[in-house]
């Protein structure tokens, strides 16, 4: 066997993908992975002006290969037509990103409808309208790789954050059941579940909290975006192929 069997070059090329939430953080950087894979990669945020930046920047690094969609994942007709337009712009789509997320922290006797309700649309319905838009192009493709981004939360829980933790949970259940749904179709669906890492999300917390998170990480430091993308491009990648319904960890130890 020669030294060059283990190479792989471009594990993406001639793959179409789809990040969400990829205007910034965890989700440019898994689109930035994928990007330098070969993949041509559709960045989708809600803020026009963020994916239009994250998409200039992947493509001066990697030419031609990101392009940008402004759209809110909670809008399921919004959704369903983008699904129609990348497919056009970009051809089918066999790797999806379920990345998008936001928070609404609140103690849940305190916690309004709205704040539940957002959360769990964007983090949870979000997930199933972008698969439900996708589904025929994703089928269509044997060996397409399905990758949602939940949270360590979403396995343990955590005070002020019941709706986080239920959509996060949530899409767990959605990943398991997506896994079974498709598996006759060579589709493989999976969560990886982060723990703390830096980002603008994280950036907002206090400092005392942060101290008390660090404390609780056998590695003894906080996670980065490029521990995310990693997790995610060997999910999608050849190393992933006989793996499915599974929650990756990727939290320096911290649930286990
Ligand atoms: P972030 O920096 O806040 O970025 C979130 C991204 O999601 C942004 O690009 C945002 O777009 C987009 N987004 C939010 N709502 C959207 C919607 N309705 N439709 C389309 N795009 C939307 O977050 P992050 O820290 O990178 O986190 C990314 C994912 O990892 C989230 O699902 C989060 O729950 C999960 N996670 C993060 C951590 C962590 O420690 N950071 C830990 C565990 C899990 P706009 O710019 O347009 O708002």
Redesign the pocket.
């Known amino acids: 066997m020669g030294g060059n069997t283990l190479r792989m070059p471009d594990p993406f090329s001639e793959k179409v993908a789809v990040v ?8 440019k950087a898994i689109a930035r992975q994928l990007a330098a894979g070969g993949a041509k990669v559709a960045i ?4 026009e002006s ?1 994916c239009n930046a994250a998409a200039d920047e992947i493509n001066r690094e990697f030419e031609g290969s990101a392009r940008a969609y402004a ?4 809008d399921a007709e919004a959704t369903a037509a983008f699904g129609k337009e990348v497919v056009t712009d970009l051809g089918a789509v066999s790797i999806l990103v379920n ?4 928070t609404r922290d609140n103690l849940t006797m305190r916690m309004s409808p709205e704040e539940w309700d957002t959360v769990i649309d ?2 949870l319905k ?1 997930a199933f309208h972008m698969v439900k838009a996708l589904q025929r192009s994703l089928l269509r493709q044997g060996g397409a790789r399905i990758i949602n ?1 939940s ?2 939360i979403g396995l343990i829980g955590n005070a002020g954050q019941a709706n986080y933790a239920a959509s996060k949970a949530g899409l767990i259940g959605l990943t398991k059941s997506l896994a079974r749904e498709f598996a006759g179709r060579k589709v493989t669906v999976n969560a990886v579940a ?4 830096v ?4 950036d907002a917390l206090a400092d005392s909290v942060k101290e008390q998170v660090l404390a609780k990480i056998p590695l003894g430091e906080l996670g980065t975006v490029e521990d995310i993308a990693g997790a995610v491009a060997f999910l999608a990648g050849p190393g992933g192929r006989y793996i499915t319904g599974q929650v990756l960890t990727v939290d320096g130890g911290m649930v286990m």
């Not at 969400?20 to 989700?27: F, S």
């Not at 990345?99 to 936001?102: E, Q």
């Not at 982060?194 to 890492?197: R, W």
């Open positions: 969400t939430g990829a205007g910034r953080g965890i989700g989708v945020s809600r803020s963020s759209l809110d994942v909670a990345n998008a997320g936001v964007t983090n979000g981004i949270s360590v982060p723990g703390f890492i980002t603008d999300m994280t």
